[in-house]
């Protein structure tokens, strides 16, 4: 496959190309899912193939097979694609690169045996067996990655990529209503990621904070005080800033955040950062789909816009360097500006010291879903439950609310953040259903938020 991609390199910049790149991709994927004892769903799957991409007067040509049988055909054709209506001539900034990197893991998910993943799966699902559970849910997932890409400059990149996440969820009920609870672990690693953790724990504490939540409380609503858990904290930092600071959105005046840089957007207890390089995080890759290496991109630093999330092309339409934001679904699929692992940086407290410190307020506890709005800057986010704090103390435990406001002016009043950070991994979606891996995160963030009750 190597040869191949030389070779079709060369055709394509014998045709005109003023930069181009071949890459092929290998993609493995097991899902597993389990219901109330019994394998739901069971998929085991490869795709794979070439991408050509050719860049000419200012725009991209690509093509796409599962076959690069005819390289010379395939060559052209990308050029053909790339030579339409010309835009204002753009040279690249592309640097050489010669590398071949595995993923760092302990156990290959390919060295796992199968019968071993689907026990896991049955596993924690039995082990959310309760009175009141009305359904339990195992699954596990991983995905394998091989890369190969060969670009103009001189370029020779191989490398791979090994995800696995593993996730138990418990549906509660009293006869009256419903309630559920999840938890699971997630990243860049191999099977290692399911042997290090204790299973049945994790299926009856997810089983028995279901059963807690059907005591929930109605929540208050309005304008409050509000502890965002660093899932939440996460989702804001992703959903709304995130896709705002993806470049090629800030070149078509599509972000409320195109003429953000250098200016005051936050307190100055906020920092905000993309950082594909987090060890064993979901969103960590090694290169971009463009084979720019992965790297840190301060978004905000102590409230002030820093900059953006760019492919080779936004940075050379901007004027800056790629970041390793360049990332594509797979090798069928467009190169979109994308996050990797999106998240608020730490602060300096504790959490108990901020709960303690807060007089009237809610504390969430893992989120569902949120909204993206990199246009209009909005945030709306639906959290699983939360807790009551008054004077000081937790009270209540709180069932599903809604968090609602102008993203800007929820940064601008958040006074405390904790030391640590966490994160969470999951599927981000851009365009039309293209879907990368990601992961959000932050710390424990104190805001004014507007509450809306269950």
Known sequence: MHDALLKAVRMMQKNGAEFCDARSQIIKNI???????????????????VCLRAWMNGRWGYYTTTFLDDIHE???????????????????????????RTQNVKIHPDNADMKEKVNAVLDVDSSQ?????????????????????????????????????????????????????????????????VKSIDIEALGRSVADEAILTLKAKRPPSGSMTVITDPMVSGLLAH???????????????????????GKKVASDVI????????????????????GTPASNTCIIENGVYKGYMHTLESASLMNSEPTGNGRAENFGKRIWARM????????DRTLDDIIADTKHGILCDKMVNGMEDPVGGGFEAKVLRGFLIKNGKITNMLRSFTLTGRA????????????????????????????VNVSSGGPYCRSDIIVGGG
């Open 408 to 435: 800007l002016e929820i940064l601008r009043t958040t006074d405390a953040a904790t030391k640590n950070v966490e994160f969470d991994g999951g599927m981000c979606g851009k365009g039309i259903e293209d879907w």
């Open 129 to 193: 067996v309760r009175d009141k559970i009305l359904n339990r849910i195992g699954a596990y997932g991983e995905e394998v990655s091989k890369n190969i890409l060969i670009n103009s400059v001189g370029s020779e990149i191989e490398w791979e990529e090994v995800r696995t996440r593993f996730r138990a969820m418990s549906v509660a009920s009293d006869g009256k209503k419903m309630e559920r609870y999840y938890g699971g672990p997630d990243g860049t690693c191999g099977f290692e990621l």
């Open 74 to 100: 395939a060559a052209a054709t990308a050029v053909k694609n790339a030579s339409g209506y010309p835009r204002e001539r753009i040279e690249l900034n592309v640097k050489e690169i010669k590398s071949k």
């Open 271 to 290: 920092s905000m950062y993309d950082n594909g390089t987090v060890d064993k995080a979901h969103g960590t890759i090694l290169y971009d789909d463009e």
């Open 239 to 261: 959903e709304v800033m995130g896709h705002a600071s993806e470049a090629d959105e800030v070149v078509k005046k599509r972000s409320f955040l195109s003429d953000a840089v």
């Open 340 to 347: 990797t692992n999106t998240f608020f940086g730490p602060g």
């Open 31 to 49: 899902d597993i899912r389990s219901v109330n004892g019994d394998i739901r769903h069971l998929s085991d799957k490869t795709v794979g193939g």
